[in-house]
C-alpha cells in the first residue's frame, strides 16, 4: 500500500473511493437492467410474468405524456406526506407526554406493547370503515404505522437522557418544562431525524395499503390494477416509482441531518 | 468569619423496596466565607448526599441546614451540552433562571476574558479538551453568581495530568472570585491540597469521624501544587490515612 505524504494526497484517495462507489452503485444499476432487458428478449425469462425494462419504460413515457401519472404520483406522496407529518408529531407529543408523567407511561406500558407487536396492516380494513374510504382512510392508516414506533421510541431516547444532566439542571432551579425544552429535546434531535427516517417507510407501506383497499388513485392503486388485469408493466412501473419517491424523500432528509450535524456540533462551519 | 452553610444534626435515610437505609447520621459543620472544605470517606458512604441536601435536590429526614447565600453545584463530568457552544453553555444558567439581562451578560463576558476563554466562545464541546472543558463547567457554574460552590468529585473523569494542571486551575478561580466551597472526594491528597479543613466521614451510616483543621505555612503563595511539596503534607496524609483505614478494619 502506498504512504500517504500529505494532505492533498489524502483528500484525494478519499474522493477517489467515493467516486469508485457511486459508479459502481451506477454500474450495478445498469447491469441490473441491461440483463434483465436482454434476458427477457432471448425468451429465457418470462417477459408475461416479470416483464422487461424497456416496455416499463415506453409505459412510463405513455404515462407521463398523458398527464395521468403526476396525478397518481402527487395523491400518494400527498398522503404519505400527511401520514408521515401527523404519526410523527402526534407520536413525539405522546412521548413527551409519558415522559412528563411516568405513572401514565407505566399505566400504557403493555398496551403499547401489544400494538406495537400487532401487524396494523391487518387493522386497515377497520380503520378506513372508521375514517372514510378516501384521503382520510389512508391517511389513517399510515399513521397508525408510524405513531406506535414514535411513541415507543422517542419515550426510550427521552427517558435514557443522562441522568446527572438532568440534575445539574435542577441544581440551576431548572422546571420540568425547561428541563424537557432546554435538553430532552435538543439532545435528542439526532435521534427524532432517526424516528422520522423510519416513519417515511411506515407511511409509504400505510399509504400502498391503504390504496390497495379502497382507492381509485394513487401509486397504490396503479399496482393493484395492474395486478388485477395481468400488465406486470404496470405493477412494475409503479414498484420503480415507489423506490424513487422513497429514495427522494430519504435523501431530502439526510441532507437535514447532515446540515444539522454540520452546524451544531463545530465550530468550523460557522463563519465567525 | 460569616457563615454560608450550617448544618446541625443533620441526618438522611432512605426508603426503598428492602427497606431503610441511614445515609447520614447526625452531621453537624459550619461553612464559612472564603472556606474550603473538603470532604472525604470510603466510597458509597453518602459524600454526595451532603451535597444533595445543600442545595435542596433532597430533604434531609431529621436536623436543620441553615443557608445564607446562593448555591452552585459542579459535577464530576462537566455535563456540557453538545449542541451548544461554550457561550451558550455558560448562558445556560441565566436562561434557566430567565436573567439573561445586559448586566448578567457582561458579568458572563467578563468571567471568559479573566479567564481566557474569549478565543474558545463559538467552540463546541467536542472542540476542547477535559481541562478546558471542565474550566467552562466551573464558569457556567459562577454565571449564577453563587456564594458557595459545591464540587462533587469534579476531577476524577479527569486522567492524573490533566487533574493536577485542573485542581490548579479551579483553587485559583474559585479563590481570586472569593467564593466558598465544600469539595467531595475520595483523593486524600487532593483533598488535604484544596482544603482549610477536612472532614473525615465513616462507613454508613456516615457519621464525621473527625475535622481536621488544614494549615500551610504558604501564606499567600498557596497553591494545590504547592501544598503538596510542603513538609505539612505527608502529616496530614498519615493522619486521614489512618482515620480511613480504621473504618475498613472494622
Redesign the interface.
Same mark, same amino acid.
Given at each position: 500500500m502506498k504512504q500517504i505524504e500529505s494532505i492533498e494526497q489524502f483528500k484525494k484517495i478519499k474522493k477517489r473511493r467515493k467516486v469508485l462507489i457511486l459508479l459502481s452503485q451506477i454500474g450495478l444499476t445498469i447491469l441490473f437492467l441491461v440483463a434483465w432487458e436482454l434476458l427477457a428478449n432471448l425468451n429465457i425469462i418470462n417477459v408475461f410474468l416479470v416483464s422487461k425494462p424497456s416496455d416499463i419504460f415506453k409505459l412510463f413515457i405513455k404515462y407521463i405524456q398523458s398527464g395521468e401519472l403526476f396525478g397518481h404520483i402527487k395523491i400518494s406522496v400527498y398522503e404519505t406526506l400527511l401520514g408521515l407529518i401527523i404519526g410523527t408529531f402526534l407520536g413525539l407529543i405522546i412521548g413527551v407526554l409519558l415522559w412528563w408523567n411516568e405513572t401514565i407511561a407505566k399505566i400504557l406500558d403493555p398496551f403499547l406493547v401489544v400494538l406495537n407487536a400487532l401487524p396494523k396492516t391487518a387493522l386497515a380494513p377497520i380503520l378506513i370503515i372508521w375514517a372514510g374510504t378516501g384521503i382520510k382512510g389512508i391517511v389513517l392508516v399510515a399513521v397508525s404505522l408510524s405513531i406506535v414506533v414514535t411513541i415507543m421510541s422517542s419515550y426510550n431516547y427521552f427517558v435514557s437522557v443522562?441522568k446527572? =444532566?438532568i !440534575?445539574? @439542571? !435542577?441544581?440551576?432551579?431548572?422546571s420540568k418544562f =425547561?428541563i424537557l425544552t !432546554? @435538553?430532552i429535546l435538543? *439532545?435528542n434531535?439526532p435521534n427524532i431525524i432517526n424516528i422520522i427516517k423510519i416513519n417515511i417507510g411506515m407511511s409509504w407501506v400505510g399509504v400502498i395499503v391503504g390504496e390497495f383497499l379502497v382507492s381509485r388513485e394513487g401509486i397504490g392503486y396503479l399496482v393493484v390494477y395492474g395486478g388485477q388485469v395481468f400488465k406486470l408493466d404496470l405493477v412494475m412501473m409503479g414498484v420503480f416509482i415507489l423506490g424513487i419517491l422513497a429514495l427522494i424523500m430519504y435523501l431530502v432528509l439526510n441532507a437535514i441531518e447532515k446540515y444539522y450535524r454540520y452546524t451544531?456540533? *463545530? !465550530?468550523k462551519s460557522?463563519k465567525? | 468569619m460569616k457563615s454560608l452553610l450550617t448544618f446541625n444534626n443533620v441526618s438522611k435515610s432512605f426508603f426503598t423496596e428492602t427497606g431503610k437505609t441511614d445515609v447520614l447520621s447526625k452531621i453537624s459543620f459550619t461553612l464559612h466565607d472564603d472556606e474550603i472544605i473538603a470532604v472525604i470517606g470510603p466510597s458509597g458512604c453518602g459524600k454526595s448526599t451532603i451535597l444533595n441536601l445543600a442545595s435542596a435536590l433532597e430533604n434531609q429526614t431529621s436536623g436543620e441546614i441553615k443557608k445564607d447565600g446562593k448555591i452552585g453545584y459542579m459535577f464530576q463530568r462537566d455535563n456540557l451540552f453538545m449542541w451548544r457552544n461554550v457561550l451558550d453553555n455558560i448562558k445556560l444558567g441565566l436562561e434557566i433562571s430567565k436573567t439573561l439581562n445586559k448586566e448578567n451578560l457582561d458579568y458572563i463576558h467578563s468571567l471568559i476574558n479573566k479567564y481566557g476563554l474569549q478565543d474558545f466562545a463559538k467552540y463546541y464541546p467536542n472542540e476542547l479538551s477535559g481541562g478546558m472543558r471542565q474550566r467552562v463547567a466551573l464558569i457556567r457554574t459562577l454565571a449564577l453568581k453563587p456564594d458557595v460552590l459545591l464540587l462533587d468529585e469534579p476531577f476524577s473523569a479527569l486522567d492524573y495530568q490533566t487533574r493536577l494542571f485542573v485542581l490548579d486551575d479551579v483553587y485559583k478561580i474559585i479563590k481570586s472570585e472569593g467564593k466558598s466551597a465544600i469539595i467531595v472526594t475520595h483523593d486524600i491528597s487532593e483533598a488535604i491540597s484544596v482544603a482549610d479543613r477536612v472532614i473525615v466521614l465513616s462507613n454508613r451510616p456516615c457519621k464525621i469521624k473527625k475535622i481536621l483543621d488544614i494549615k500551610f505555612d504558604l501564606e499567600n503563595k498557596r497553591t494545590p501544587t504547592a501544598t503538596r511539596n510542603a513538609k505539612e503534607f505527608q502529616q496530614y496524609f498519615d493522619l486521614i490515612y489512618k482515620e480511613l483505614n480504621a473504618y475498613e478494619t472494622d
Open positions: 443522562d446527572e =444532566q !440534575k445539574m @439542571l !435542577k441544581t440551576m432551579g431548572a =425547561q !432546554k @435538553l435538543p *439532545s434531535i451544531k456540533y *463545530s !465550530k460557522h465567525s | -
